[in-house]
């Protein structure tokens, strides 16, 4: 079984600087991903914040840099 590890939005942006800077997503978009079944996780009511697995924070960001690059438009 894989070590999953479990970060807070906020954690997220301070390990991934360049999310913020390029995509301009806030630990509160983050939350809202998570909230729409874009980031698998949960909320931890105790602690009041969101939990989300990293794994699936990086897929996300692939998954849209693909888009992006998709939709390059070349002549």
Known sequence: MTNT???SPT???DKYP???AKF???PRELGLFLKCKLLDGYYD???RT???KEPSFVQLVRFVNEVIDGQKISF
């Open 11 to 13: 954690e997220l942006i």
């Open 18 to 20: 360049d999310v913020a």
């Open 50 to 52: 969101a939990l989300i």
């Open 45 to 47: 009511r105790r602690k």
């Open 5 to 7: 590890n479990y970060l």
């Open 24 to 26: 301009n997503w806030s």
